[in-house]
């Protein structure tokens, strides 16, 4: 039976024999008496239960719930339940949303929610970085107020969805480039994505400027060569055997440059595509003396050149690439010392590691220039360097190589001195 039911009955039961025993008593003045005095009880019983759950419902997470019966236990126990369910799906949906808002959080794109006052409802913190701004005190604060580069503002005005991305630099974020774009959503709400996208403009730069220094390299050596070949063939006729040799002689000088500079591009191209670099036993006492001979023969009796060695003489890394690294840095100091100079080779080895140092008593870098040595195509003096066959790659050839074998590598040098490039090798390429 229903709790309701089982009440009503349960009342209707008290309050007959209340009458009963009343109207025993006194007659019909006397039944009446008793059942209102029996009704009145149980109405404060009824009320008793309802202050009782008043007092629970106030605040049901915190107190356990009242002890009543009957009707008012049936509606303490729905009540009960129900408040349950709803705290324990409240309890999901908190978590659900505090892990979506730790995910938005650590996204590597800023996210800033603008209301449809423009006004910042939320951000991560990228964008902050991004933007300069600082959650903290700029939630709620007008975003056009704080960011007020034209160029943003009227895209904000007029990007729809799906609109094209802007690049833009702000003042309160000097020296990046950044790239936004807004996606509109419920109620004039505004997601606005931005990237810090100055690496990409960086390296978008290099490549663009790369293809044009390559150009450059290539055309003037090509335009030489052809000019020869074209005198040599208009001269074909007229000219001795001995002025023929010579414009061959100069296009083919020409061409060599060109191969050069091929090579040097091909071996900076599989520096950067390579997998890490072969670990071979590279025995430095050969390959050093190999150098050493090499350098003699490029010199021709112009300087004085030396090799000494100490320590062991094995390391742990790409034949082909320590050798590049070594003769590229030999060549220099054979090309940049004048007549009757010095270049000592020497190489060192210990517990803490190798170094290979070139010292030659050259023509010397003035400071400003030695930060920019290893980029590609910076050259001091680029008259010198191109007549002495230089294609400008060397010392970038020479800092990725020695990246991938995880070596530092040092210049000391004072204009009219001499220089000294030096490599060390940590301990663990050592054998
Ligand atoms: P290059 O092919 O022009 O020699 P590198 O990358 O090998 O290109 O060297 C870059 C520049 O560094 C050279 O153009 C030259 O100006 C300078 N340089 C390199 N080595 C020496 C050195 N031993 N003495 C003086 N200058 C040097």
Redesign the pocket.
């Known amino acids: 039976m229903k709790p309701v039911v089982t009440e009503a009955l349960v009342t209707l039961i008290i309050v007959l024999i209340a009458s009963l025993i009343g109207a025993w008593d006194d007659g019909v003045l006397g039944a009446s008496v008793m059942a209102f005095c029996a009704l009145g009880l149980i109405l404060l019983r009824h009320l008793w239960w309802l202050s009782q759950l008043i007092y629970w419902a106030r605040a049901p997470q915190e107190r356990s719930p009242p002890t009543v019966l009957g009707a008012w236990g049936e509606l303490c126990d729905l009540l009960y339940q129900q408040i349950r369910k709803a705290t324990k799906e409240t309890k999901l949906a908190t978590t659900e949303l505090e892990r979506l808002r730790l995910a938005a959080e650590v996204l590597p794109e800023g996210v800033v929610i603008l209301d449809d006052q423009r006004v910042i409802e939320w951000m991560n913190w990228e964008a902050e970085a991004c933007f300069g701004l600082n959650a903290a005190t700029d939630i709620g604060s007008r975003f056009t107020h704080l960011l007020r580069e034209p160029v943003l503002l009227d895209y904000l005005n007029t990007a729809g969805r799906g609109a094209k991305p802007l690049k833009l630099t702000t003042q309160r974020n000097p020296g990046h480039t950044l790239q936004v774009q807004t996606v509109p959503f419920a109620a004039g709400r505004t997601l606005l994505m931005v990237r810090d996208v100055t690496q990409l403009e960086k390296l978008a730069t290099m490549r663009r400027d790369f293809v044009a220094n390559v150009s450059h390299e290539l055309k003037t050596p090509l335009t030489v060569t052809l000019g020869f070949i074209e005198t040599a063939a208009d001269a074909l006729g007229d000219a001795s055997p001995d002025e023929l040799a010579h414009y061959l002689r100069m296009a083919s000088e020409q061409a060599l440059r060109m191969q050069n500079l091929i090579e040097d591009l091909l071996m900076l191209s599989s520096l950067e595509t390579d997998s890490p670099p072969m670990e071979e036993d590279v025995n430095l006492s050969a390959l050093l003396a190999g150098v050493c001979e090499e350098a003699k023969v490029l010199s021709a009796g112009r300087q004085n050149i030396s090799l000494t060695m100490s320590g062991s003489s094995h390391l742990v890394g790409s034949s082909r690439e320590l050798h590049s690294v070594f003769s590229?840095?030999v060549?220099?100091?054979v090309?940049?010392?004048p007549k009757g100079g010095e270049i000592a080779l020497r190489w060192d080895a210990g517990v803490t590691g190798g170094r290979f140092a070139?010292t030659?008593t050259?023509?010397?870098?003035a400071a400003e220039?030695l930060p920019r040595?290893?980029e590609r195509f910076?050259?001091?003096?680029?008259g010198?360097?191109?007549e002495?066959?230089?294609?400008?790659?060397?010392?970038?050839?020479?800092k990725h190589v020695l990246e991938r074998h995880q070596a530092q590598f040092d210049i000391r040098?004072e204009p009219g001195k001499?220089?000294t490039?030096s490599v060390v090798f940590p301990a663990h390429r050592m054998r």
């Open positions: 590229n840095l060549t220099n100091a090309r940049y010392t070139v030659d050259g023509i010397g870098i220039h040595l290893t910076y050259r001091v003096d680029h010198r360097s191109r002495m066959g230089g294609t400008g790659l060397g010392l970038a050839i020479v040098s001499g220089s490039f």
